[in-house]
């Protein structure tokens, strides 16, 4: 069975042919980055607009390069939420047009829940198992029931790590995306040279918070502008990266042994980062659990993991008509059918 994926919520036009989930046919991705790094971050309007530009060449190169025509396609998976509302809606609205010229089924896909099917394209993994998903928008640490069931055991309180990397970054002046200038520039510095508070989420011992550490590395930086002192940026880079993974290690450590998961998968665009894939590794061999990691290629943004998850929704029997919309928020274990 091929699905036709189409993934728009951010800053990345995708599409993609999968394969019975699993067999990654073509993965055809246009971004915007170069022109949202002159501003810091992804102005929305601006990512509309390359969407509404791209999505059509972007479609047309992953069916050729799947050696497909839209009659071999057996579903249209599209990315409906969560992400920037004007940005889905290019991806969806092309998706029902789509559907509708061709008669070919729509399926509407969690973009969270299609981080997590990167690793069905990068390995064999089956659920159940836990999965700490960790992007620009979100820090879940999820139990996987099964390819449509999720529960959610902990979750940011504030800032997503992604978006506290990418802020933290901004602060000390490094390129956009923050979290990626870290990961690259940690390696120079000294990750012990600053020490951060460890925050603690007192009525939920699974919950992130991210917004005090961001906080005080922001702090750090302003001081000693104001004294005029000078600052080891890679120092503060590997210190703040250190901090970070920390908490994302500790609870999904805590989670694991608790609820007695030894299989672990890590999803998400923070999935990239070096430290968090080493520190996961170290974890799992000491407790001897199984651990997943996306492909680096599937880390961010594709629609290859959409059509995967797509193609599970699909034989679940999940499908949309024309009324589909885009939503900007939505907890993965909802739909828009059940909000
Ligand atoms: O999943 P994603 O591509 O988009 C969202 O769904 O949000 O995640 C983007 C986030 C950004 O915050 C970016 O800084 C972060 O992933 N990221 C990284 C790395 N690569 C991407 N953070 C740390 N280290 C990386 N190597
Ligand atoms: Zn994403």
Same mark, same amino acid.
């Given at each position: 069975m091929k699905i036709l994926g189409i993934e728009s919520s951010c800053d990345e036009t995708a599409a993609a042919v999968v394969e019975?989930?699993?067999?990654?046919l073509s993965n055809i991705i246009a971004t915007s980055l170069e022109e949202h790094k002159l501003y810091g971050g992804v102005v929305p309007e601006i990512a509309s607009r390359r969407h509404a530009e791209s999505i059509s060449g972007v479609v047309k190169e992953a069916l050729e390069q799947a050696d497909c025509t839209m009659a071999d396609i057996d579903a249209i998976a599209v990315t409906y939420a969560p992400g920037l509302i004007g940005a889905l809606l290019v991806g969806v609205n092309f998706a029902k047009g789509l559907a509708l010229a061709t008669d070919t089924p729509l399926v509407p896909v969690h973009h969270i829940r299609g981080h997590i099917a990167s690793n069905y394209i990068s390995s064999d993994i089956e659920p159940p198992f836990l999965c700490l998903i960790v992007s620009g928008g979100h820090s879940h640490i999820v139990a996987v029931n099964s390819y449509t069931d999720f529960e959610i055991i902990g979750k940011t309180r504030d800032d997503a790590a992604g978006e506290a990397l990418d802020k933290a970054g901004r602060t000390m002046g490094l390129e956009y995306p923050g979290g990626v200038s870290i990961d690259k520039l940690s390696?120079?510095? =000294?990750? =012990?040279?600053y020490k951060f508070p460890k925050p603690k989420v007192s009525d939920s011992p699974y919950d992130f918070s991210f917004s005090g550490l961001k906080t005080a590395v922001i702090n750090t930086v302003h001081h000693a502008q104001q004294k005029g002192e000078d600052i080891d940026i890679a120092d503060l880079a590997a210190s703040f990266q250190k901090s970070v993974v920390d908490c994302l290690i500790t609870n999904l450590e805590k989670v694991a042994v608790e609820k007695s998961f030894n299989k672990i998968v890590i999803a998400g665009g923070v999935s990239a980062n070096s430290k968090l894939r080493a520190e996961a590794q170290a974890l799992c061999k000491k407790h001897k659990w199984s651990l997943y990691l996306p492909e680096l290629r599937y880390c961010g943004d594709n629609a290859a993991m959409i059509a995967s998850q797509g193609y599970y929704e699909f034989v679940q029997g999940e499908r949309a008509d024309e009324s589909l919309n885009a939503y900007a928020t939505m907890p993965i274990d909802k739909n828009y059918k059940t909000i």
């Open positions: 019975d989930g699993r067999k990654v390696p120079q510095g =000294n990750e =012990n040279a």
